[in-house]
């Protein structure tokens, strides 16, 4: 059957409910009572009669999904950072299918619960799948100078995908319909449909933005890097070649050598954009102590010898690792109320779900799909780990176990802060597996792969059905599309980490600092060998790494009224794992961003986001290919030539 003609205000009726504001504060009662307003207040009009998982709903998130995962698997090797792409794919979703509508390949608009399940299908195609391959993969990749098999790689990250958003399954009726909790992105999301379908002008104006930002983006990295591949006779005049004769002059070998120079690199002036100004302003101000006064006064005393970015960050890679982890651990075990009501909640995940309210009922998603999605993903994971890693069945298990309390927590701090605590969630995984299993790296590095990609996973999940909860979407399809998304996201990601890591040796380079995985090889490391292996200024750099991340987390909570204006621990920590050049780039976007809010904000608002996000994937996407034009006759000789 045909699907009705939906105004543009998305309304199936014509009425203009998606104008009214969402109900962000949420309904008072008892948990039924809760439950039963919701139902009769904003689903019923919306999610019981407009279309929401069609076909190509799914198609669009997949297509914008598998495209959106190279950006972030791009950015993810590059700074170690991973942003989420739902409000970016809502936005040049819109503007897609208005250009469909124009040219008459499209008959009806699509509705704004159609662009919420195809958000739920990019976002898990695009964030959920390539997180695990920045960290762990990476790290296992740099210890053992070899990659994971292939097929072990797609089983390895699809599986873990399913038992992250299988995970949030009974979590979802208790932390979203019961407790109401914010989850501030999907806010921000469910905004931002509201925007895009009750002010179409406006929505068109964040699209061309984001478009024409993207195709600069896409030429000015085709300048910097794609110029030698056409002929070696056009590599001088690159936009690289031409900042590096210029940082040759200005700066000097030495200066240069330290990362203190400039570059050319538009994505990171829009993801500082993103970033904000206090997490931008932490990682220059580190990156400007590690790289323009800690390592000059090492090498000035010889500590270290070489010149080298690679030589000299597994220096300064200690002090940075250990204050992100403190800070993290810190900041994660001073949510203990979080932590208390996620454990005392835990019978209500279950007993909520059975409650009997046959409406809402018929339209959640049962826990049978919990059980089923936990125990394939367990069976699997376990016969992985013991084929590929020699990890005992017993350990996985624990590790499966550890990821649902682990991930509970995990899924409840994004609730109430927006930040999903991974580094600190497969943190204390590898520590607990230091323990259990001292010595090997490599399943150090797995338990704690599954912890923080099921912490992902989960409350991505989360994030997302909350934007369909303020819109009034079906949860059940919304599940749905995104466990679609699983698939393609799982492909691209994987496919795309073979062609552009081929070689360990381009991991920790000029090329993919890979900080995510600096972190985690470190953490390994460590603990199969103990720390008194080390030498004694990276002991004395974890100590005051240690104490600078514990400081930092501590002052805000002394000092509240001037917490905006203090460093960031994660930011500082962050800068000594890659270049000072990349911090510079975040503060120049950040400010940027910083002083349009202030100036107009109402421009700002407008054309912050889509022209930022444009930037990253315009870039990223014009990177990825590069690297896929020079490689491909590897990469055809890799998976298909048997070389």
Known sequence: ??????????????????????????????????????????????????????????????????????????????????????????????????????????????????????????????????????????????????????????????????????????????????????????????????????????????????????????????????????????????????????????????????????????????????????????????????????????????????????????????????????????????????????????????????RPNGDIDAIETPVSWFVAGQAVSLVALCWLAKVSFNMPIWQCVIAVLMSFFLSLVACRVTGETDTTPTGAMGKVTQLVFGALNPGNMNVNLMSANITSSAAISSADLLTDLKSGYLLGANPRKQFIAQFCGIFIGTLATVLAFRVMVPTASVLGSDQFPAPAAQSWRAVALALSKGFESLEPVKIWSIAIGGATGALLTLLPLWFPRHAKWMPSAAGIGLSWTFHWYYGFLFFVGALAGWLMERKDPERADLYNYPVASGVIAGGSLMGVALIFWENVPIVFRQLFGGG
Request: with cysteine.
């Open 1 to 354: 059957m045909p699907h009705p003609t939906v105004p543009e205000n998305g309304s199936s009726n014509g009425g203009s409910r998606f104008d009214e504001p969402l109900r962000v504060e949420g309904f008072k009662g008892t948990s039924e009572e809760i439950e039963r307003q919701w139902f009769e207040e904003v689903y019923r009009g919306r999610g019981d009669s407009m279309p929401q998982l069609t076909l190509r709903a799914v198609l669009m998130g997949t297509a914008l999904g598998g495209v959106l995962s190279l950006t972030n698997l791009y950015i993810g090797l590059k700074a170690g950072w991973s942003f989420g792409v739902t409000i970016t794919a809502c936005i040049v979703s819109y503007g897609v299918w208005s250009v469909f509508l124009r040219l008459g390949l499209a008959k009806t608009p699509m509705t704004i619960l159609e662009n919420n399940c195809m958000q739920s299908t990019s976002s898990a195609a695009g964030y959920s799948t390539g997180s695990t391959l920045v960290s762990a993969f990476a790290a296992y990749f740099m210890i053992n100078n070899q990659a994971v098999p292939l097929g072990l790689t797609l089983a390895w990250v699809f599986f873990l995908a399913i038992l992250g958003v299988t995970m949030a399954i009974p979590m979802k009726r208790q932390m979203i319909n019961v407790e109401q909790l914010r989850f501030p992105t999907g806010i921000a999301t469910a905004e931002t449909l509201r925007a895009l379908y009750s002010k179409g002008q406006r929505a068109v104006q964040s699209a061309r933005a984001l478009t024409y930002a993207g195709v600069v983006a896409a030429v000015s990295q085709f300048w910097s890097d794609g110029l030698r591949l056409i002929s070696s006779r056009l590599e001088p005049f690159g936009l690289g070649a031409l900042v590096d004769r210029f940082d040759k002059v200005v700066f000097g070998p030495v200066w240069v050598g330290r990362t203190v120079t400039f570059v050319w690199d538009p994505i990171f002036i829009a993801a500082g954009t993103l970033m904000g100004i206090r997490p931008a302003a932490s990682i220059l101000l580190g990156g400007t102590l590690c790289w323009a006064v800690f390592v000059p006064v090492m090498q000035a005393h010889g500590v270290i010898t070489g010149t080298s970015y690679r030589n000299i960050v597994q220096w300064t890679l200690w002090g940075g690792v250990s204050c992100m982890v403190v800070s993290g651990l810190l900041a994660f075990f001073m949510q203990w109320r979080a932590i208390a009501k996620a454990f005392r909640g835990l019978r209500g995940l279950f007993s909520g779900a059975s």
